[in-house]
């Protein structure tokens, strides 16, 4: 008889990253910081995202990392300078990456994202080509955090990505291990739909909030369901853990995205509560429909049943 934890241990197999995709995103995302901390006035350059806080989920797809400028070498720039966009800079830099980069990936090709040079380097590994995603910063002058580029408005926002990091990567080992296991699996069911509501940042956001330290991943995944469920259903926010930003915003409608955790929280709840393995499977099956199967169905049973209700049934509902 399988235990929860052991079934969800099926589904962390399936969506655990490879080694050699894992390490060529990270040695992807060490090239562009190195080339970056040459950039005229560079003060540092920092790692973010999925990468440096041990939650990569397969297909291992970008690595992510910015630098900081030196206000005082571009003393027109940004808010707390003379005002001026981030455009010309992030053109700047996203040539001077290309002259250090090319030497070590031939095809590599560097686009502008909404927040600065996005490598894409055309050299796949076991299918993957993880792209590195790199922001450009600057120092706020009178508050914690940084400024950070919009290239769609030409604007800047603030932002504390490395206080992220530090956040996510906090507490003991045991309890960052089940943290990081929650967020993984989280990001999973996310995935699966059609139209994901949150994204991945706040998905960890509220793993953070919301778990207690000696909770298992088990319950722990539930707790991050149920409390992100009240949270919207009572019209809450969800705020920058760091302070710094506004407050995290979904992905689709408030009521959609809270049915969407409230059931998946309830089929936990029943996992938890099922007194046998098929009983456990099948309410798992609910929240990971592509990464688990119902052993209790059979060929004919599932046929019969897709015949009265559709096949994106599972997905939908949840």
């Not at 030196?70 to 808010?79: A, C, D, F, I």
């Not at 966009?85 to 040539?95: E, F, H, K, T, Y």
């Not at 990971?288 to 209700?309: C, G, I, Q, Y």
Request: glycine fraction near 6%.
């Amino acid at each position: 008889m399988s235990s929860v934890d052991e079934i969800l241990d099926e589904v962390r197999a399936v969506i655990e990253p490879n080694k050699p995709p894992l390490d060529e995103a990270r040695k992807r995302l060490r090239l562009v910081r190195d080339a970056a901390e040459s950039f005229p006035g560079a003060l540092r350059t920092y790692r973010s995202g999925s990468l440096a806080v041990h939650t990569m989920n397969k297909p291992v797809t970008d690595g992510d990392g910015g630098v900081v400028l030196n206000r005082t070498v571009y003393p027109e720039l940004g808010p707390d300078g003379g005002g001026e966009s981030p455009d010309a800079v992030v053109d700047q830099l996203c040539r001077h990456l290309d002259a250090t980069v090319r030497k070590a990936y031939p095809a590599v090709q560097i686009r502008k994202s909404k927040r600065g040079p996005e490598l894409h380097f055309n050299a796949p590994i076991e299918d993957q080509d993880p792209t590195v995603d790199l922001v450009l910063a600057l120092n706020r002058k009178d508050a914690d955090g940084l400024w950070i580029p919009n290239l769609k408005t030409h604007e800047w926002d603030a932002s504390h990505p490395e206080k992220h990091v530090e956040l996510l990567n906090g507490d003991s080992e045991s309890f960052r291990s089940i943290r990081r296991r929650v967020i993984r699996l989280a990001k999973a069911w996310n995935k699966q739909l059609q139209k994901p509501g949150t994204s991945s940042f706040e998905l960890s956001v509220w793993a953070w909030e919301f778990l207690d330290a000696g909770t298992g991943v088990a319950e722990g995944f539930h707790t991050l369901f149920a409390s992100a469920a009240a949270r919207l259903e009572a019209g809450e926010p969800t705020h920058d853990p760091a302070g710094v930003s506004v407050d995290l915003r979904l992905l689709l409608e408030a009521d959609v995205v809270a049915d969407r955790l409230r059931k998946a929280a309830n089929a936990m709840a029943e996992a938890l509560d099922a007194s046998t393995d098929r009983e456990r499977r099948r309410a798992l099956t609910k929240i990971f429909w592509d990464h688990l199967k119902d052993e209790s169905v059979t060929p004919l049973r599932n046929s019969a049943s897709l015949l009265r209700t559709g096949a994106a049934t599972a997905a939908v509902a949840l």
